[in-house]
């Protein structure tokens, strides 16, 4: 089993920044992508970085520029930079973790970031 706590969401003002973790822990697994959700009041959740196992990376069109994933791999950490955040980032924001072996995925208990004047 993996078990993974999220941290750093809150309330911030248009053009803040907020930074997302997501620590992960449990026994014997291997870590292939590591990455960042999010879904919004009556919107079907979105991909919005993920980070694999190599080190490469991809973002929603949404997120490129503004946002950073990057992972500590000693701490089993992911990290989610957001800058020029927009009322539209408002969501609750969730971490996933894939497994190497058997591609299971395990989901946060997900963070709050809202955008707002």
């Known amino acids: 089993q993996v078990q993974l706590v999220e941290s750093g969401g809150g309330l911030v003002q248009p053009g803040g920044s907020l930074r997302l973790s997501c620590a992960a822990s449990?026994?014997?697994?291997?870590?292939?992508?590591m990455g960042w959700y999010r879904q919004a009041p009556g919107k079907q959740r979105e991909l919005v970085a993920v980070?694999?196992?190599?080190?490469?990376?991809n973002y929603a069109d949404s997120a490129k520029g503004r946002f950073t994933i990057s992972r500590d791999n000693a701490k089993n950490t992911v990290y989610l930079q957001m800058n020029s955040l927009k009322p539209e980032d408002t969501a609750v924001y969730y971490c996933?973790?894939?497994?190497?072996?058997?591609?299971?995925?395990?989901w946060g208990q997900g963070t709050q970031v809202t955008v707002s004047s």
């Open positions: 996933k973790l894939v497994t190497v072996v058997g591609g299971w995925g395990y």
């Open positions: 449990g026994s014997a697994f291997s870590i292939y992508t």
């Open positions: 980070i694999i196992r190599g080190g490469s990376t």
